[in-house]
């Protein structure tokens, strides 16, 4: 039987929300971006490459371990990878598989062997089971994923990881240049650095992975109830050059005070509106930004 994969996620599998409620799942619209973009690839018979930069919270991991478990769980022999830059964000995002397999209707559960490292084996004892599995690897271990041979890999927050470009260079050989395989990169914005690199380079078409990037005012959460407010000249001009309503600029101002330590150039980086932005707000960027911003033309609010 063939399931289409947002009926399958959004009929069977639940996810944990911020407020720590278990839910259905319901593809968001950031979500829904991406679903599209990697439903466009695999109609065109390619494989699935997509480079991810991002706002923080807006619900990429969630989708990408729903799409890997799918995958994984309904069809035997696949191999599927997710590598994050640190122990707690790989159990994280090892939790969500497990709570997908915890709450799938009996009758979908595959087969299980017991492991103890962070994998999920689809399998009997015997080895009639499907032999997939999904496995939770922490960027910088030990040899990471040089043995496996993967389908899917989901490289999460790649811009925090140490030797990005080692450990991606060993990495990317494990996938196969097959249509039916899938690689997710995805990170907010760390400044000039690797992940900048494999950005540029899609988005110069020099490398194969597409590029989506995904602003914060995307996610419809990302508002607070409001009164009346008066808007300084920033908050005007990006009200009208993003369209945005006032509950988003309340939320704006909220998150600046309490999650950006009062720095707009934090949020600008954590919460960018367009590319350029998320890049240049980190101080790491030697160049004077007045002047790139110039030269590329677009207008940013320092
Ligand atoms: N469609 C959704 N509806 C409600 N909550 C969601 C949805 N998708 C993700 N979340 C929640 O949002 C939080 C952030 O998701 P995550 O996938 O880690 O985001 P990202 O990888 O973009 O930073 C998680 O707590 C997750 O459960
Ligand atoms: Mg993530």
């Given at each position: 039987?063939?399931?289409?994969?947002?009926?399958?996620?959004?009929?069977?599998?639940?996810?944990?929300?911020?407020?720590?409620?278990?839910?259905?799942?319901?593809?968001?619209?950031?979500?829904?971006?991406?679903?599209?973009?990697?439903?466009?690839?695999?109609?065109?018979?390619?494989?699935?490459?997509?480079?991810?930069?991002?706002?923080?919270?807006?619900?990429?991991?969630?989708?990408?371990?729903?799409?890997?478990?799918?995958?994984?769980?309904?069809?035997?022999?696949v191999n599927s990878g997710i590598i994050a830059h640190?122990?707690?964000?790989?159990?994280?995002?090892?939790?969500?598989?497990?709570?997908?397999?915890?709450e799938l209707p009996e009758q979908l559960k595959p087969?299980?062997?017991?492991?103890?490292?962070?994998?999920?084996?689809?399998?009997?004892?015997?080895?009639?089971?499907?032999?997939?599995?999904?496995?939770?690897?922490?960027?910088?271990?030990?040899?990471?994923?040089?043995?496996?041979?993967?389908?899917?890999?989901?490289?999460?927050?790649?811009?925090?990881?140490?030797?990005?470009?080692?450990?991606?260079?060993?990495?990317?050989?494990?996938?196969?240049?097959?249509?039916?395989?899938?690689?997710?990169?995805?990170?907010?914005?760390?400044?000039?650095?690797?992940?900048?690199?494999?950005?540029?380079?899609?988005?110069?078409?020099?490398?194969?992975?597409?590029?989506?990037?995904?602003?914060?005012?995307?996610?419809?959460?990302?508002?607070?109830?409001?009164?009346?407010?008066?808007?300084?000249?920033?908050?005007?001009?990006?009200?009208?050059?993003?369209?945005?309503?006032?509950?988003?600029?309340?939320?704006?101002?909220?998150c600046i005070r309490n999650n950006c330590g009062n720095?707009?150039?934090?949020?600008?980086?954590?919460?960018?509106?367009?590319?350029?932005?998320?890049?240049?707000?980190?101080?790491?960027?030697?160049?004077?930004?007045?002047?790139?911003?110039?030269?590329?033309?677009?207008?940013?609010?320092?």
């Amino acid at each position: 039987m063939i399931i289409n994969t947002k009926k399958y996620i959004e009929e069977f599998l639940k996810i944990k929300t911020k407020d720590s409620e278990i839910i259905p799942f319901k593809l968001n619209k950031p979500q829904l971006k991406l679903y599209d973009l990697l439903k466009r690839q695999s109609e065109a018979g390619k494989p699935q490459r997509v480079i991810i930069l991002k706002a923080r919270q807006m619900g990429f991991s969630t989708l990408t371990e729903a799409i890997l478990f799918k995958r994984t769980a309904t069809k035997a022999n696949v191999n599927s990878g997710i590598i994050a830059h640190k122990d707690d964000a790989t159990t994280n995002l090892f939790n969500m598989s497990k709570l997908f397999l915890e709450e799938l209707p009996e009758q979908l559960k595959p087969k299980t062997k017991a492991s103890n490292a962070k994998e999920i084996i689809f399998d009997d004892r015997d080895g009639n089971g499907l032999r997939s599995k999904v496995k939770c690897m922490t960027a910088g271990g030990d040899g990471i994923g040089r043995s496996d041979t993967f389908q899917n890999l989901h490289l999460s927050e790649v811009s925090s990881w140490t030797h990005a470009k080692e450990i991606l260079d060993g990495l990317l050989q494990a996938v196969p240049n097959k249509p039916n395989t899938l690689i997710i990169i995805e990170s907010t914005a760390k400044g000039y650095d690797y992940f900048k690199e494999l950005w540029d380079k899609a988005c110069d078409g020099e490398n194969d992975f597409e590029p989506l990037f995904c602003a914060w005012w995307e996610l419809d959460e990302y508002r607070l109830p409001c009164g009346e407010l008066e808007l300084t000249e920033e908050e005007q001009e990006l009200k009208a050059l993003y369209n945005l309503d006032n509950e988003q600029i309340a939320w704006r101002r909220w998150c600046i005070r309490n999650n950006c330590g009062n720095d707009v150039n934090t949020f600008k980086q954590e919460y960018p509106s367009c590319p350029e932005e998320a890049f240049l707000a980190s101080g790491e960027c030697i160049f004077d930004k007045d002047i790139i911003v110039s030269q590329i033309g677009f207008h940013i609010f320092f």
